[in-house]
Every structure is written in structure tokens, then in C-alpha cells.
T-cell receptor
């Protein structure tokens, strides 16, 4: 199993600003993922954070808007840049292989005003 | 396209049995997950089915039929704490391998 922490747990931000979300895992993991969950919606994968290389982004998400860092095997950050109210959502990091259980962090609840 | 369908909401009574269905149409299939998500919390893993049939784990069971593109989650002896959203997710190991998530079924367990 893996224990994941995220910071901040919630934030209220003004449009046009940026927020960096941190994800810390208690053990070394190969695969880390960033998801978005908007109210009443499903989990949407933003990107896979790769250690030592650029993140792999899903369709509809770009590096300029959601830059990701993965400096080591236990830590990653997701930045939500130039925010708009449409970015209001819960952002979740998770770890795990595709064919096994994924462990999720507690989430970061972001409100953009 | 890729599509996963689940009922939006279900209601059941404490002590009863409830079945939550999930149908999927995906370009590839390499397994199906069920997760539980309580309000304001992160999803937690319940089950993973790769082969057809029923997998039982305590009060929870999950069934898969690959030929029908169908799965269900069966919850027995319902407890109030089972009130949560239940998410179905399909793993597709194709060229763009990833998990495809359903919208989730919100289950309310009443006394």
C-alpha cells in the first residue's frame, strides 16, 4: 500500500493567478498520475508524471496550462496556471500500476473566483 | 468511442442487498475496477476483474461478463456507512493505455 499526502487541501484563488499542488508518497513509486474531478463528473486523467522526463498529457490538457514536475520517485507537483473559474475542481494525485489498485491522495479542492 | 454507463443514483435500505450495474463500450479491455468514494474523500479500491465470473470479498462481490461488456457490484447486508459513490473504471492497455472512468453511482442507504 501507499500513503499519499497533498498540499494544500483546499484553496480559493483569483482568476489569472497560478497554484501549485504538491503530492508526496511514503514510498518510491514508478507511476504517478494527476486527475481532475469536477462537481458531478467522473475522474479525468490530466497526465502521467514521469520521473526524469516530461509528463505525458491526455487529450485536452497541455503543459503550458498544467506544468508538472517529478524530481524523484516520491514527489510530484501540478501547477494550474492562469486560472479561470472553469478550473474550479478537485485535483487528485494517485500512484499505482494500470493493472493493480491505485492509491489516491486526499485531493485539493480548488475554487477560482 | 469509449463509454461507460452506470445509474446515477440508487437508494436501498439498511440490511438489504443492492446491485450496481456498469456497462462499457471501449476500444480495448484489459480489466475492470470498482472504487468507492465517500463524499469529500478520495476513491478507494474495491475490486478488479479480468476474467469472467464472480469475485467475492466479504460483503462485496463483483461480476464480469466480457462478451456482454457488463459488470456489477453486489453489496450485501448494507450498512449506513456504505452510502457513497461507486465508480466503475475500465483499463484499456491499447496504444493510449489508461483507465476510463464512469460517472459513478451515488448510493444512499436508509435506515
Amino acid at each position: 500500500s501507499a500513503v499519499i499526502s497533498q498540499k494544500p487541501s483546499r484553496d480559493i484563488c483569483q482568476r489569472g493567478t497560478s497554484l501549485t499542488i504538491q503530492c508526496q508518497v511514503d514510498s518510491q513509486v514508478t507511476m504517478m498520475f494527476w486527475y481532475r474531478q469536477q462537481p458531478g463528473q467522473s475522474l479525468t486523467l490530466i497526465a502521467t508524471a514521469n520521473q526524469g522526463s516530461e509528463a505525458t498529457y491526455e487529450s485536452g490538457f497541455v503543459i503550458d496550462k498544467f506544468p508538472i514536475s517529478r524530481p524523484n520517485l516520491t514527489f510530484s507537483t501540478l501547477t494550474v496556471s492562469n486560472m479561470s473559474p472553469e478550473d474550479s475542481s478537485i485535483y487528485l494525485c494517485s500512484v499505482g500500476d494500470w493493472q493493480s489498485e491505485q492509491y489516491f491522495g486526499p485531493g485539493t479542492r480548488l475554487t477560482v473566483t | 468511442g469509449q463509454n461507460i454507463d452506470q445509474p446515477t443514483e440508487m437508494t436501498a435500505t439498511e440490511g438489504a442487498i443492492v446491485q450496481i450495474n456498469c456497462t462499457y463500450q471501449t476500444s480495448g479491455f484489459n480489466g475492470l475496477f470498482w472504487y468507492q468514494q465517500h463524499a469529500g474523500e478520495a476513491p478507494t479500491f474495491l475490486s478488479y476483474n479480468v476474467l469472467d465470473g464472480l469475485e467475492e470479498k466479504g460483503r462485496f462481490s463483483s461480476f464480469l461478463s466480457r462478451s456482454k461488456g457488463y459488470s456489477y457490484l453486489l453489496l450485501k447486508e448494507l450498512q449506513m456507512k456504505d452510502s457513497a459513490s461507486y465508480l466503475c473504471a475500465v483499463y484499456n492497455a491499447g496504444n493510449n493505455r489508461k483507465l476510463i472512468w464512469g460517472l459513478g453511482t451515488s448510493l444512499a442507504v436508509n435506515p
